[in-house]
């Protein structure tokens, strides 16, 4: 099997930038692999082009670690937590973990922005540049490299700081009007009698209330904390994540029944690094729906492991 970084052509050099709710990587990536890496906190501060500022000061940086210039990036691969708004036909972020005039003060976030300007400033410095909503890149480079190679009717969904999805139907990736589609992170799959607020402005959302930031503000433990208690067998932490498991479960089924689809690669930091004990409860959620529409429906973990959405910005642009 081909290595992601063979599908490069010799001699090019390309950027790949991963932007999530709590880091944003930059990787400097040849046909010979990666030539630097550089990871580091998002930015929450500032004015609403920070996240763009610090993106490109780290991308000068990883050049300068590469022994690189600048002006010989090919292209740029930005895969980006959404959802997205575009103006004058440029990307800018909406993203509840970023974002914290979304949901206001009851989130914490310490900005006002509405929008997190993005594609512009990339734009003005780099001649081609390609932004995509990261579980949309993830979901190429899992079908291209990882989970879903030959699959063409799947998703790849994670479970991280945020929940995020990327379909595919008929072999057609789907983006939407905005690059929106497949966010089924905000949508509803019961009442929540906690009314958790999510940061896109939504109470009791999945993402409210199973997310891994989430976690930790309904329960005043952090998801890694939790999860380590549920698999020792402590009896109130193994209740909170079967029900996790559950909202997320019944979200998986929402997207099987609604788009017939045939497998689901995982991953995400919480499901990745917990995945032997989540996987089969998450699986358990399908069984026992009507068979015509779960029959066959795998759920497997990403191909791609924790590096999938880096290879999904590589994607973009090999």
Excluded at 45 to 51: P, R
Excluded at 240 to 263: H, I, S
């Amino acid at each position: 099997m081909s290595r992601p970084f063979d599908a490069l052509a010799p001699g090019r050099s390309v950027a790949c930038v991963d932007i999530g709710g709590t880091k944003v990587s930059v990787t400097i990536a040849s046909r010979a692999g990666r030539a630097a890496h550089l990871a580091e906190p998002t930015a929450t501060t500032g004015t609403h082009d920070a996240v763009a500022v610090q993106v490109l000061r780290m991308i000068g940086l990883a050049c300068a670690a590469a022994g690189i210039a600048e002006e010989k990036i090919d292209a740029l691969g930005v895969a980006a937590a959404g959802p997205f708004v575009r103006r004058d036909g440029l990307v800018e972020l909406a993203s509840p973990n970023l974002c914290g005039a979304l949901a206001g003060r009851g989130r914490g976030l310490p900005n006002d922005w509405h929008t997190a300007v993005l594609e512009r400033p990339l734009r003005a410095r780099f001649h081609d540049v390609r932004v995509a909503n990261d579980c949309v890149a993830a979901l190429i480079a899992e079908r291209r490299w990882g989970a879903l190679q030959g699959i063409d009717h799947c998703a790849y969904v994670t479970w991280s700081t945020g929940i995020g999805t990327g379909l595919c139907v008929d072999g057609h990736v789907l983006q939407g009007r905005n690059g929106n589609a497949g966010h089924a992170g905000h949508t509803f799959v019961n009442d929540d009698p906690q009314s958790s607020l999510c940061g896109c402005g939504n109470f009791g959302d999945v993402e409210a209330q199973v997310a891994g930031s989430a976690l930790e503000r309904r329960f005043g433990v952090d998801a890694a904390t939790l999860l380590a208690a549920a698999q020792a067998g402590e009896a109130r932490a193994s209740t909170l994540v079967d029900d996790a498991c559950r909202v997320l479960g019944r979200a998986l089924y929402n997207l099987v029944a609604t788009l017939d689809l045939q497998r689901i690669s995982l991953g995400g930091s919480v499901f990745w690094h917990n995945r032997e004990f989540l996987l089969p409860r998450l699986r358990a959620q399908l069984h026992g729906r009507p068979p015509a529409l779960t029959a066959g429906v795998t759920l497997v973990p990403a191909g791609l492991g924790l590096q999938v959405v880096d290879y999904g910005a590589l994607a973009l642009v090999a």
